[in-house]
């Protein structure tokens, strides 16, 4: 098990991170300072819980594999119990907005883990990533399987009967790695159909620069919790 990248958690409280943020997610000047006092809170619980692990995945007979000469890894990043912690915190307090900014501020994070996970495999291996594979997008990765790869992988995260991981700010994938140089990773967004994913990097993502709209789309029960709508 690795400690979350350095590099990143390093940049996590700089002005071009927090800015970035705060505008994409149109927040207005005037939330800079709680959105920096937010983010200031999150830091030490990722620094004491954040980590990320790999390892082989062996593709059965039964998967699908379009590219032979590939190999494949199955991995996990987590940034902790922690900020679930602080962010259930807020929750209960009535602070939404806090909530929220957690909400952000950790999927952006996790968003530029992908990216420190391509350059960690490029540099210390003879591979470079050539396509992310996530449960339940393709028929070759079902949900089923997350389970198992969870408690190959680590004993620090789990998933629920709904296969929601335990703590929520935690991803995993399968990644395709590969050595030929002309096939470049298309992005985590690559062959995801889900339109509605807060995190969607495409232009036709429907929630692009439309925060303030997003009470009157299908949330996730996360969301959902957020803004008020269960409980």
């Known amino acids: 098990m690795s400690t ?16 970035k943020v705060r505008k994409k997610f ?25 980590f990320w692990e790999r390892k082989e995945f062996v593709m059965q007979s039964q998967h699908y594999i379009e590219n032979r000469d590939a190999t494949y890894e199955s991995v996990v990043m987590s940034l902790g119990s922690g900020v679930d ?3 259930e915190s807020y929750s209960e307090k009535g602070r939404l907005s806090q909530s929220y900014m957690i909400e952000v501020l950790a999927s952006e994070l996790l ?18 990533v050539a396509r992310y594979h996530f449960f339940g ?13 969870l408690n190959e992988l680590t004993l620090k995260v789990t998933c629920n009967s709904a296969f929601c991981m335990i703590p929520k700010k935690s991803v995993a994938f399968i990644s395709e790695l590969t050595q030929d140089e002309s096939v470049k990773c298309e992005g985590v ?43």
């Open 4 to 19: 979350f990248f350095p590099d990143v958690l390093d940049k996590f409280l700089s002005p071009a991170f927090l800015e």
């Open 26 to 50: 149109h927040y207005g000047e005037t939330q800079a300072a709680e959105f920096q006092a937010v983010a200031e809170e999150m830091l030490p619980l990722m620094r004491e819980e954040a």
């Open 85 to 87: 912690c602080l962010q």
């Open 111 to 128: 968003m530029q883990g992908y990216d420190a996970y391509n350059s960690y495999i490029r540099e210390n291996t003879d591979w470079h």
């Open 137 to 149: 997008s393709e028929e070759a990765f079902p949900l089923e399987m997350l389970p198992q790869l």
């Open 189 to 231: 967004c690559a062959g995801c159909n889900n339109l509605h994913c807060p995190n969607r990097m495409t232009d036709d993502h429907p929630a692009k620069g439309r925060l303030t709209e997003m009470t009157d789309m299908p949330l996730t029960y996360g969301y959902s919790r957020i803004f008020g709508r269960v409980r």
